[in-house]
Nanobody, 127 residues
């Protein structure tokens, strides 16, 4: 089993930055592709970013591309989401997720294939 714990959320003004962390325990971190999803009140969960096992492939939703960067440190069993130029519409609970398999970008972005999910961390962006 794998446990995922997110941290780094908080309140930030529009245009500011935050870095989220997701620490994994229980199994070998490098076995998993990792992703960040987010869910705002009243909205469906949406994909934000994904990174492959060794970090060689990354993909971003159009809504965050150019502003967010996903990275991982397998030695620390941690995946990060650096969020810059934050907008009020980025306000959401952010979840990290782990998937043993890589299908396609499209299938990874659905969120339906992931084996483990964290509890989430709140990000609030004020205008």
């Amino acid at each position: 089993q794998v446990q995922l714990v997110e941290s780094g959320g908080g309140l930030v003004q529009a245009g500011g930055s935050l870095r989220l962390s997701c620490a994994a325990s229980g199994r070998t971190f490098s076995n998993f592709n990792m992703a960040w999803f987010r869910q705002a009140p009243g909205k469906e969960r949406e994909f934000a970013a994904v990174i492959s096992r060794t970090g060689g492939v990354t993909y971003y939703a159009d809504s965050v591309k150019g502003r967010f960067t996903i990275s991982r440190d397998n030695a620390k069993n941690t995946v990060y989401l650096q969020m810059n130029s934050l907008k009020p519409e980025d306000t959401a609970v952010y979840y990290c997720a782990a998937d043993r398999s890589w299908g396609t970008v499209a299938t990874m972005a659905t969120g339906s294939t992931y084996d483990y999910w964290g509890q989430g961390t709140q990000v609030t962006v004020s205008s």
